[in-house]
């Protein structure tokens, strides 16, 4: 069946530094969708990517799909202590008839921030 | 006003023992979704229901039965708890063929003793 897989899994950075988690789906995507999760709480929508090759902003934040459609970026530019969380990707198949909007998840990347 | 809630928050129970887990949300949403967070984060779909129509039943033991009285509740009932199914359980909707963001509730963490 469909995978999609996160890497790395664990990052600690300094304050200030950069970050970026990667996302591979053994399957074409009609779009991938990036969600953050803090500490004890819920998965929260980012963003969606769509077209190949699309990239978006947002603040600090870049999200990029792959030309093929079947990997993604998140590079978090100088990062903060409020950017601590778990970003999951989460990877929608293909569009077409019964189109359930089922979503595989990536298995996360836990980003903590050292002040 | 929350837009997706769960009850309880938390739940401690023993095994063998039957319990159930609610979610309503008031976004006007008709497909709802029932995700299992174990351990490591891992986020695993388990049911979907559209206008209280199942949709989506993944490899789910049969002792997990999910339930729509309508599109904006979506319970699921766990018969005889084995300690494996101790994680946090999140709900989920979203408005199909509008958009495929879900939303997410806040989580029922289940404790089996």
């Known amino acids: 069946g469909q995978q999609v897989m996160q890497i790395p899994q664990y990052q600690h950075v300094q304050e200030g530094e950069d970050f970026t988690t990667y996302c591979n789906s053994s399957?074409?995507?009609?779009?991938i969708q990036w969600y953050k999760q803090r500490p004890g709480g819920h998965p929260v929508f980012l963003i969606q990517?769509?077209?190949?090759?699309e990239v978006k902003k947002q603040k600090r934040l870049t999200f990029q799909f792959g030309e093929a459609k079947k990997n993604s970026s998140l590079h978090i530019t100088a990062t903060q202590t409020t950017d601590v969380g778990t970003y999951f990707c989460?990877?929608?198949?293909?569009?077409?008839?019964?189109?359930?909007?089922?979503?595989?998840f990536g298995q996360g990347t836990t980003l903590q921030v050292k002040p | 006003d929350t837009a997706v809630s769960q009850t309880p928050k938390y739940l401690v129970t023993q095994m063998g023992n039957d319990k159930s887990i609610k979610c309503e949300q008031n976004?006007?949403?008709?497909?709802m979704y029932w995700y299992k967070q174990d351990s490591k984060k891992f986020l695993k779909i388990m049911f979907s229901?559209?206008?209280?129509?199942?949709?989506i039943n993944e490899t789910v033991p049969n002792r997990f039965s999910p339930k729509s009285p309508d599109k904006a509740h979506l319970n699921l009932h766990i018969n005889s708890l084995e300690l494996g199914d101790s994680a946090v359980y999140f709900c989920?909707?979203?408005?199909?063929?509008?958009?495929?963001?879900?939303?997410f509730g806040p989580g029922t963490r289940l404790t089996v003793l």
């Open positions: 399957t074409t995507l009609s779009n």
């Open positions: 976004l006007g949403h008709d497909t």
């Open positions: 989460a990877g929608s198949g293909p569009k077409g008839s019964g189109n359930t909007g089922k979503l595989i």
């Open positions: 989920a909707s979203r408005l199909a063929g509008v958009s495929d963001t879900q939303y």
């Open positions: 229901y559209n206008n209280k129509e199942l949709i």
């Open positions: 990517l769509v077209k190949s090759g």
